[in-house]
């Protein structure tokens, strides 16, 4: 079997592809756990809360009603309705039913229009922290990402003019996500419309707005990049159901797009997983027509938690932080500990922290290298305040170990 195995070559797009850090991470903290370690893990980006009843009740009557067959392959019309009703009453955005696919999950609706649109060579621009399947979707495309990055200094946001210096005659997309992961930033109304401008004078680029934390936001009304009508047709507006309403194993994405881009999304799909499942699917026609301010407690919860964990890192030496306005995730900037040691552990970058506070403090954060911000890390506090509360101890005292 070993030489069978020797002999099989995988292919170079896969050799290619990097690991999901976030799940890899998620891996090795299960494995510590199995040898009896008290692990935290802070590293998926996952509520802990359960799914509403209200949806759950409407999936069991799914399978009372037998919708356990196949579905067209863009989703039932139904929860397209209900998909473009909700555009219309969160968002302003006018998205007909025609121009909605359903897939199996957003990371599939990011996937379909990037294999729809991208050819050997197109470049891709993407703003940096970055979520990390962005640059290994385009990488499978055979696209070229080019990074544009923003700091801690300026909230992790680009600006017009930082996109427009990144275009050339190769460029064919930009993608991003407000509320932001991994770093909670929210781009406000007047930042996207800076945005848009700069798109309205190269038509020919398309821009996926990756929105799957809108109704995770602290501060204000979630804006979506589409809302400007001379740019809407250039832009694919990625939702789903996983963050805000606790259905992140239901797997269930969406996109509104012009009609030739979510026909051929619908076609790349037909391909690959067809229509996602039957029961998910009604189940989220329940969600998408309840009112959001049922999730007005999650919400505060998470703010509350984003106040624990910010208090603690304000309070360590050498952290730097911004206020994140969205999402569930905080990312420090922790270069002041590279070059530090204690014992025989000397701490070089981002992966050499993450794996000394996995070693040392049994809690398990991702590294900032993966989101194309190696100076940072990552820390969902999607997470009880009482994981929280001695996640952060066991953090702090491991950082005040570093000399």
């Known amino acids: 079997m070993q030489i069978v195995e020797n002999m099989i070559e995988l292919s170079k797009r896969l050799q290619a592809m990097e690991e999901s850090a976030?799940?890899?991470?998620?891996?090795?903290?299960?494995?510590?756990?199995?040898?009896?370690?008290?692990?935290?893990?802070?590293?998926?980006?996952e509520p802990d809360f359960n799914t509403p009843e209200f949806i759950k009740d409407a999936a069991k009557k799914a399978m009372d009603d037998n919708f356990t067959t196949y579905t067209p392959v863009p989703g039932y019309e139904d929860l397209r309705e209900a998909i473009s009703e909700k555009f219309k009453r969160d968002n302003n955005l006018d998205y007909s039913a025609d121009e909605i696919v359903v897939s199996t999950g957003a990371k599939q609706s990011i996937a379909n229009v990037v294999l729809s649109l991208v050819?050997?060579?197109?470049?891709?621009?993407?703003?940096?922290?970055?979520?990390v399947s962005y640059i290994e979707i385009v990488k499978v495309s055979e696209g070229t990402p080019v990074i544009v990055n923003a700091g801690i200094e300026t909230d992790f946001k680009i600006t017009g003019a930082q996109l427009e210096a990144a275009i050339t005659p190769n460029t064919k997309l930009i993608i991003f996500s407000s509320p932001c992961n991994p770093t909670g930033s929210v781009y406000s109304?007047?930042?996207?419309?800076?945005?848009?401008?700069?798109?309205?004078?190269?038509?020919?680029?398309?821009?996926?707005?990756?929105?799957?934390y809108e109704h995770i936001n602290f501060v204000s009304k979630h804006e979506s990049l589409a809302q400007f009508t001379d740019i809407k047709d250039q832009v694919v507006t990625v939702n789903g159901v996983s963050k805000a309403w606790a259905m992140t194993g239901w797997r269930l994405g969406y996109i509104g797009a012009n009609k030739q881009i979510a026909g051929a999304c619908s076609k790349v799909q037909g391909q690959f997983t067809s229509g996602t499942c039957s029961i998910t699917q009604k189940a989220s026609v329940a969600a998408l027509k309840a009112d959001p301010a049922v999730l007005n407690d999650m919400v505060s919860a998470f703010k509350s938690r984003r106040?624990?964990?910010?208090?603690?890192?304000?309070?360590?030496?050498?952290?730097?932080?911004?206020?994140?306005?969205?999402?569930?995730?905080?990312?420090?900037?922790?270069?002041?500990?590279?070059?530090?040691?204690?014992?025989?552990?000397?701490?070089?970058?981002?992966?050499?922290?993450?794996?000394?506070?996995?070693?040392?403090?049994?809690?398990?954060?991702?590294?900032?290298e993966a989101f194309g911000a190696p100076e940072c890390l990552r820390i969902s506090y999607a997470a009880s305040e009482e994981t929280l509360t001695e996640a952060m101890k066991r953090v702090k005292e491991a950082l005040e170990k570093l000399k």
């Open 189 to 212: 109304k007047e930042e996207l419309r800076d945005i848009a401008e700069v798109l309205k004078n190269h038509p020919q680029i398309v821009a996926i707005s990756d929105e799957i």
């Open 119 to 131: 050819n050997e060579g197109d470049e891709v621009i993407i703003p940096a922290p970055y979520w």
């Open 307 to 368: 106040e624990l964990v910010l208090g603690v890192l304000n309070s360590i030496e050498g952290l730097k932080t911004n206020v994140p306005e969205g999402a569930f995730y905080v990312f420090p900037d922790v270069s002041y500990f590279y070059g530090k040691s204690y014992g025989d552990t000397t701490v070089n970058n981002s992966n050499d922290l993450a794996m000394y506070l996995l070693d040392e403090a049994l809690v398990a954060l991702v590294t900032g």
């Open 22 to 45: 976030t799940i890899a991470m998620s891996r090795k903290s299960r494995e510590l756990r199995s040898q009896g370690k008290d692990v935290i893990s802070l590293s998926l980006g």
